[in-house]
């Protein structure tokens, strides 16, 4: 068991973090095959003779494997190489059914990048980007499915993955997650991984060590493998932390190892002494041709890439005027955020889109357990829908609850025609909401005469008596602005 260590002791120390994380693309066929990615399948039949490496087999590069890893790498503001080789990593495990991975090894084809995550207290941190590289993923072995054997599903051999590996520049266990959030975040609105990391179609290698304060050289760095969760990163992070200084802090020795993170306990455990490189006796993949990435090919990406979170995010707090929180929300997903930026090319109530993207909007995809592509109100009807209610042609409260509701269930209407046939278009006529006021005053002639005392207060009273004689119709700016002229006529 490890004890908390004491506060003072904590800070001699600096936390190093580096991390390395495998996302799973989504390609509907292997990284060297034609067979089939489908998640769920039942075990082992998603498999040929390719991807089990029998003799007299042949691999074959998926070309969007590459395309994806351009794609990422451009997001990363990473230098894209031009010549690219593949490498047999080699060990042998019963999941593994080749012995060897196919990966890249001394060619990866993203490096020296970098992603900007803005701190809690305003300050820009930038975490550097290593290497982003191609490779198939490994089988699954599986120990609680039979009481006596260990079971291998080898359905997600060949599996293609990019793995992104950062510089140790982390110093946090909030930094680590903020930047698992992003790079999730960015990876879907690439399209090019789903993220979910539940289903293991992203993991995360955490590299940590400490060191004193101050200290230029780097601790002994441990290895925690495989987590499928944000949160278990942080935890294990933090758990690593303090079992290293407490252990210096005793005068042992921090082993170089590779553990695991028990999510139950909290804690982390040692599985095996950490690899070096010439363990895997990496050599040039023989079966396979270098990949050329022409500056064509790299341009012809990023005119296709969409807009990206940091760009959208920066365009709705400058341009727009939001705030970071509600820009924050609006592109926390890309189908939300590329709806909302439709919505704003067909009107300048950029705000009133915002409340009613956050509000109605998102509040009928979770009451239905839907998602943004099956919302049925296109962007430009939502538009049309928030010039009506900001231009005083319907009251928002009629908006909310009668003409939102209605373009549901007929989302081809346009609002303003919709709303003339439901009756919910406001009462501007300024001569028939003078007649209202007045027989509003003939009723209520005590409270005329207490307002007039000086009891502005009593303008509520009048407004509501006013909506009511005109059935919720009038319009709220110009009967009220009315009131207040002819009391104080």
């Known amino acids: 068991m490890i004890h908390p260590v004491k506060q003072t002791e904590e800070h001699a120390y600096e936390l190093v973090v580096g991390l390395e994380v495998h996302a799973q693309l989504t390609t509907r066929s292997k ?5 089939p990615t489908e998640y769920g399948a039942a075990p ?50 019963a999941d593994l059914p080749k012995g060897y991975q196919i990966t890249q090894h001394t060619t990866p084809i993203a490096t020296e990048g970098f992603m900007d995550l803005k701190q809690a207290d305003g300050q820009v941190f930038r975490l550097r980007i ?75 290698d955490a590299n940590i060590s400490v060191r004193k304060k101050g200290s230029a050289q780097f601790g002994t760095k441990v290895e925690v493998k495989n987590m499928n969760s944000i949160r278990h990163v942080q935890k294990a992070i933090e758990h690593e932390y303090e079992r290293q200084i407490a252990l210096l802090e005793r005068g042992e020795v921090i082993n170089s190892e590779t553990r695991s ?30 990949v050329m990435v022409t500056e064509e090919w790299k341009s012809a990406v990023r005119t296709a890439m969409p807009p990206l979170p940091a760009e959208l995010l920066y365009d709705f707090t400058t341009r727009c005027g939001l705030s970071e929180y509600d820009a924050g929300v609006l592109t926390e997903t890309k189908e939300i955020a590329l709806y909302y930026n439709d919505a704003i090319a067909h009107t300048k109530h950029f705000k009133a889109v915002a409340n009613w993207v956050m509000g109605p909007v998102k509040s009928w995809i979770n009451a239905n357990a839907l998602s943004m592509k099956d919302f049925p109100i296109s962007a430009n009807s939502l538009a ?41 278009q406001q009462v501007q006529d300024t001569s028939e909401l003078t007649r209202l006021a007045q027989e509003v ?49």
Not at 146 to 169: K, M, Q, W
């Open 441 to 489: 005053f003939m009723a209520w002639p005590e409270k005329v005469a207490a307002y007039r005392s000086g009891k502005k207060g009593m303008i509520g009273l009048f407004m509501g008596e006013l909506m009511k004689k005109s059935g919720g119709k009038a319009d709220p700016k110009l009967a009220t602005k009315l009131l207040e002229e002819l009391l104080e006529g």
């Open 130 to 204: 290593t290497r982003v590289h191609m490779e198939e993923d490994a089988g699954k072995s599986m120990h609680d499915q039979d009481a006596f054997d260990s079971l291998i599903d080898l359905n997600r051999c060949g599996v293609p993955l990019l793995e992104i590996v950062t510089e140790p520049d982390i110093r946090s266990a909030a930094q680590a997650g903020q930047y698992l959030t992003e790079l999730r975040r960015l990876l879907r609105y690439l399209d090019i991984c789903d993220g979910n990391m539940e289903e293991g179609s992203m993991r995360c």
């Open 44 to 93: 082992n039949t998603q498999v040929s003779p390719i991807t089990l490496g029998h003799p007299g087999t042949l691999p074959l590069l998926n070309h969007q494997v590459v395309e994806d890893a351009i794609r990422l790498g451009l997001a990363l503001n990473c230098h894209i190489r031009e010549r690219n080789e593949f490498a047999r990593k080699n060990y042998f495990y």
């Open 31 to 35: 990284a060297f095959s034609s067979d």
């Open 261 to 290: 993170f028990d999510a139950g306990r909290g804690n982390t455990f040692a599985l095996r002494s950490k690899e070096q490189a010439n363990d895997y006796r990496y050599f040039p993949e023989p079966d396979l041709q270098p």
């Open 384 to 424: 049309r829908l928030c010039e009506l209610v900001e231009e005083g042609g319907i009251s928002h409260t009629a908006a909310v609850q009668k003409l939102f509701p209605a373009l549901l269930n007929e989302p081809e209407e346009d609002p303003s025609e919709l709303a003339n046939r439901m009756g919910l």
